[in-house]
């Protein structure tokens, strides 16, 4: 059973950085796509960033390009977000979630496993 566990959140100011970091278990990731999604009260989960397995393929939001980077650490099963220049506006719950597909797609229905999210709130 695939497990997706998320930690790093936390209340940040505008401006400021946060590391997220997704553990994952359960099964050989090889083929699998890793992303990050993110939630606002009232608001749809919404796309934030993906990476291949191989690290090969790395897909942002235009929303968060060239503030937020993804990364997976080699050797490990453990896929980061780095959020750099935050905004009140990227206050939501972030989600990891793996794709066994390896589409590397944007829509969260093609995404087959999810953590529980970890709460990430910036303050102006």
């Known amino acids: 059973q695939v497990q997706l566990v998320e930690s790093g959140g936390g209340l940040v100011q505008a401006g400021g950085s946060l590391r997220l970091s997704c553990a994952a278990s359960?099964?050989?990731?090889?083929?699998?796509?890793m992303g990050w999604f993110r939630q606002a009260p009232g608001k749809e989960r919404e796309f934030v960033a993906a990476?291949?397995?191989?690290?090969?393929?790395?897909y942002h939001a235009e929303s968060v390009k060239g503030r937020f980077s993804i990364s997976r650490e080699t050797g490990k099963n453990v896929v980061n977000l780095q959020m750099n220049s935050l905004k009140p506006e990227d206050t939501a719950v972030y989600y990891c979630?793996?794709?066994?597909w390896g589409l590397g797609s944007q829509s969260k229905n093609d995404y087959d496993y999810w953590g529980q999210g970890t709460q990430v709130t910036v303050s102006s």
């Open positions: 990476i291949s397995w191989s690290g090969g393929r790395i």
């Open positions: 979630a793996a794709d066994h």
């Open positions: 359960g099964r050989t990731f090889s083929n699998y796509v």
